[in-house]
């Protein structure tokens, strides 16, 4: 037994090493995962920008597009209450067709909750928050037009036969929220155009 000891000791340096070389390989080894990790998470993340960032451009394209139609009918609207009231012309007519935005906001929630979101630059984060927290805003006024518009459908029958003072009460409430809803759009569509610059 006495001689084993002096083997083991010539020995010793050798299996010290070969122990220090495996430990220095897992640690290589799970630094090259943590690096790949991060690679992936920084990949991910800029796909996620991107996603955010052609959202964003489609939702402004699509305010831009549908602009004109709500100011000509919060126009026409107006117009129509102008001559119930005997203000102004008797030949104003009124279209009620409307077409609003289809805002997505997929691509930002799935960005905000995926684990490349400590990844995006804070700033950037804070401007499309705030641009998408308009919109918020935009949705709740659109409910409200869009529940002024049942409530106008479901008496369109009697619509023509209607006096003015009638009319008047028809349209008002859907005059205030269609200026309302105008500037909600115009604010929003410019906090979308500045992000997609």
Same mark, same amino acid.
């Given at each position: !037994?006495?001689? #084993?000891?002096?083997?083991? #000791?010539?020995?010793? %340096?050798?299996? $010290?090493?070969?122990?220090? !070389?495996?430990?220095? *390989?897992?640690?290589? $080894?799970?630094?090259?995962?943590?690096?790949?990790?991060?690679?992936?998470?920084?990949?991910?993340?800029?796909?996620? #920008?991107?996603?955010? &960032?052609?959202?964003?451009?489609?939702? *402004?394209?699509?305010?831009?597009?549908?602009? %004109?139609?709500?100011?000509? =009918?919060?126009?026409?609207?107006?117009?129509?209450?102008?001559?119930?009231?005997?203000?102004?012309?008797?030949?104003?007519?009124?279209?009620?067709? =409307?077409?609003?935005?289809?805002?997505?906001?997929?691509?930002?929630?799935? *960005?905000?909750?995926?684990?490349?979101?400590?990844?995006?630059?804070?700033?950037?984060?804070?401007?499309?928050?705030?641009? +998408? &927290?308009?919109?918020? /805003? +935009?949705?709740?006024?659109? #409910? =409200?037009?869009?529940?002024? +518009?049942?409530?106008?459908?479901?008496?369109?029958?009697?619509?023509?036969? !209607?006096?003015?003072?009638?009319?008047?009460?028809?349209?008002?409430?859907?005059?205030?929220?269609?200026?309302?809803? /105008?500037?909600?759009?115009?604010?929003?569509? *410019?906090? =979308? &155009?500045?992000?997609?610059?």
């Amino acid at each position: !037994m006495a001689e #084993r000891s002096p083997t083991l #000791r010539r020995k010793l %340096p050798e299996i $010290a090493l070969e122990a220090a !070389m495996v430990v220095f *390989a897992v640690l290589v $080894a799970f630094g090259v995962d943590e690096w790949r990790e991060q690679r992936q998470l920084r990949d991910f993340a800029a796909a996620a #920008r991107s996603a955010v &960032e052609t959202e964003i451009a489609e939702n *402004a394209r699509q305010f831009r597009e549908t602009q %004109p139609m709500l100011t000509a =009918l919060t126009e026409q609207v107006e117009g129509v209450l102008e001559m119930a009231r005997g203000e102004g012309r008797s030949d104003v007519s009124l279209n009620l067709s =409307l077409r609003l935005p289809q805002v997505s906001t997929a691509a930002w929630d799935v *960005a905000q909750g995926s684990q490349g979101a400590p990844y995006f630059d804070y700033d950037w984060v804070i401007r499309v928050a705030r641009a +998408y &927290e308009g919109y918020e /805003g +935009y949705a709740e006024i659109r #409910r =409200l037009v869009l529940e002024d +518009y049942t409530r106008i459908f479901a008496r369109r029958r009697a619509f023509e036969g !209607m006096g003015p003072q009638d009319l008047v009460e028809l349209l008002e409430p859907l005059s205030g929220r269609l200026w309302a809803l /105008g500037q909600a759009h115009r604010e929003v569509q *410019a906090g =979308l &155009e500045n992000l997609s610059e």
